[in-house]
């Protein structure tokens, strides 16, 4: 016992336990504030876990380090060769105690922030009903968010249906004049969160939230759904079914139906709209399970999915012939992977695949928004149709005026033939029904950057960046910004961030030409000739443009559009290529591959 008194008498004496006390207040204060800003920091989630793990193993050697080491008034020196009467360890404990009341009133201060002022890192959120009501106020009345249905069969398997029937609800509400609905990229980020309603609202820009769960079983299905007021979480309206599988389709129509009146909301009545479905017209459930898989392996968003989407898109048509939307899908699945993963002679075959399925649909039926918007694709990317592809997605769009797809699609082939600015407005609306898609926060960077607002492209690219950290292209995205800024270091710091494999040698090859490596720079280059001359020949004009080689720029440009590159759509809003628009050259090159020669971007200098 004595012993046991003495080791910590000499714990004390020689400040082990207020150091223990100090570093335990450091982390939690650290913590706190870790937490607190790395939203507004951009520091992915995992920042705060891993810095308490590397917290809990420094300890040891943090109080290691106390126990062997004292300060003097020579400086620090190991315990052992200190002379009693030099010790000044009671003096250096008053001052460990005033760093520890510092400490905890830092940490106190930033959990009462947290606490009151704070709500998980989603910026300044106040507390108070009549602050929580103005936040709500700039949102329109007539809004909703289609929460994911829980999936509650058991049956991880059983996730397309859940998810097929929170689609389907979405895509009925989208049919009513004047109601914002936000598409399932957006609403679908929040499966399973554990943000109250409030917080879903104002981040989805939203008065409403409709949500619920399913349970299939057998011949039965089960449907529970509730309409919430988001602003401060009280239901509206809810409801219970119990229905016979066969009964499906009239079962969502009751739902769309309850909702669409508590909120006051009207089909579209006038104009050229028309009622949308994607329905099988059978009726045959089967088909309309296989569209809804198809729908599911499609958003996986990979060379595998898109060959699953088609075969389940493929069995849907057998099942019905007659399903125009499902062979719309096909259609559109056919050029998704003709564009990203294809080349020559398949990607030829893949783009014939689409042009067949999509002339179907359009005989089946010819008022499908989704079957022009198909045919608008393909147009775009097959056949380098800008302008068809354009009258194609505004008839899509008359049909179906709320279909945020469509509206996005709008702004590709705008930005193509010169008009940067209509594109960023159209960019701007779709996010506004879709606010966290990653991918269109990469395109509306490349029309800002395009346009020389370099501080909003930044923005833009790097919200894309912190929705979707590990996507492709989203570097590379910023490797241009950074270019145009003159920014060397931060560009090769994006470029060595892009993916590994094509786009991070293109980033590289783009981002070394601005240095003085200049042997950097020649091998980046020449390492993306050497790798992807067949697959990125517009990124090669790219690099030669900015390393001021007109002559290799234009041959690079020529061999893309003979590969039929898709990289030819960016020439209008290229700030680097459009160093060179006043050339002969490249008026006649604009004319070759059917483009104007005036654009509203801005070059390079």
């Known amino acids: 016992m004595a012993s046991s008194r003495s080791f910590f008498a000499e714990l004390k004496r020689r400040n082990v336990v207020r150091a223990a006390v100090l570093y335990a207040g450091a982390v939690w204060a650290f913590g706190q504030g870790l937490s607190q800003f790395s939203p507004a920091l951009r520091l992915p989630d995992w920042t705060t876990r891993w810095f308490l793990v590397a917290a809990a193993i420094g300890l040891p050697f943090w109080l290691a380090f106390a126990w062997f080491y004292e300060f003097t008034p020579h400086g620090l020196k190991r315990e052992s060769e200190v002379a009693p009467h030099e010790s000044i360890t009671r003096q250096t404990g008053r001052k460990l105690d005033f760093a520890i009341i510092g400490v905890l009133v830092v940490a106190v201060v930033l959990l009462l922030t947290n606490t009151f002022v704070w709500h998980e890192g989603a910026g300044l959120q106040v507390q108070s009903p009549q602050d929580t009501k103005a936040a709500f106020a700039r949102i329109p009345e007539k809004s909703i968010a289609v929460l994911p249905l829980s999936n509650e069969s058991g049956d991880k398997d059983q996730q397309y249906f859940s998810d097929g029937l929170s689609e389907d609800l979405i895509n009925a509400l989208s049919q009513f004049a004047g109601l914002k609905v936000i598409s399932r990229n957006s609403s679908f980020q929040f499966r399973d969160s554990r943000d109250d309603a409030p917080i879903i609202g104002e981040k989805l820009g939203v008065a409403h939230l409709l949500e619920g769960s399913v349970h299939k079983l057998g011949g039965e299905v089960r449907i529970s759904a509730e309409l919430v007021n988001a602003s401060d979480g009280s239901t509206l309206w809810s409801q219970h079914y119990d229905r016979p599988y066969k009964d499906l389709f009239q079962l969502q129509d009751d739902i769309t139906r309850a909702v669409a009146a508590a909120l006051k909301a009207k089909l579209f009545e006038s104009g050229d709209a028309v009622v949308q479905s994607d329905r099988p017209p059978s009726g045959n459930l089967a088909a309309w399970q296989a569209y809804q898989q198809g729908n599911f392996y499609h958003l996986r968003n990979t060379e595998a999915g898109f060959l699953a989407a088609i075969a389940q898109f493929t069995a849907a048509t057998r099942v019905d012939p007659r399903y125009a939307a499902a062979w719309a899908q096909l259609s559109r699945m056919w050029s998704g992977l003709a564009v990203q993963y294809l080349a020559g002679a398949s990607q030829q075959r893949a783009y014939s695949q689409a042009g067949a399925a999509v002339q179907t649909a359009l005989a089946l039926d010819p008022n499908l928004a989704s079957a022009h918007a198909a045919r608008g694709y393909l147009l775009q990317n097959a056949d380098f149709n800008w302008r068809g592809a354009q009258s194609e997605y505004r008839r899509a769009q008359q049909l179906a005026p709320n279909d ?202």
């Open 404 to 605: 945020v797809q469509v509206l996005f699609d709008l702004s590709n082939p705008d930005a193509t033939l010169g008009r940067v600015q209509s594109a960023v407005t159209l960019t701007r609306e779709a996010l506004a029904r879709d606010p966290l898609h990653a991918s269109w926060y990469n395109w509306l960077s490349a029309y800002l950057s395009a346009l020389g607002r370099l501080d909003e492209a930044e923005q833009a690219i790097r919200k894309a960046i912190t929705l979707q950290p590990a996507a492709d292209s989203f570097h590379l995205q910023l490797t241009v910004v950074a270019i145009q800024r003159g920014n060397t270091q931060a560009a090769l710091t994006a470029a060595r961030q892009e993916s590994s494999g094509s786009w991070q040698r293109a980033a590289l090859a783009l981002a070394t030409q601005m240095g003085k490596d200049r042997a950097a720079a020649d091998g980046a280059l020449q390492l993306l000739i050497e790798k992807d001359a067949d697959q990125d020949p517009y990124q090669i004009a790219q690099a030669y443009a900015l390393r001021h080689d007109s002559d290799n720029m234009f041959k690079w440009l020529n061999r893309a559009w003979a590969a039929r590159d898709p990289g030819i759509a960016y020439l209008m809003y290229d700030p680097f290529v459009l160093r060179y628009q006043h050339d002969p050259r490249f008026i006649a090159f604009c004319g070759k591959v059917g483009l104007p020669t005036t654009t509203d971007a801005v070059a390079m200098k």
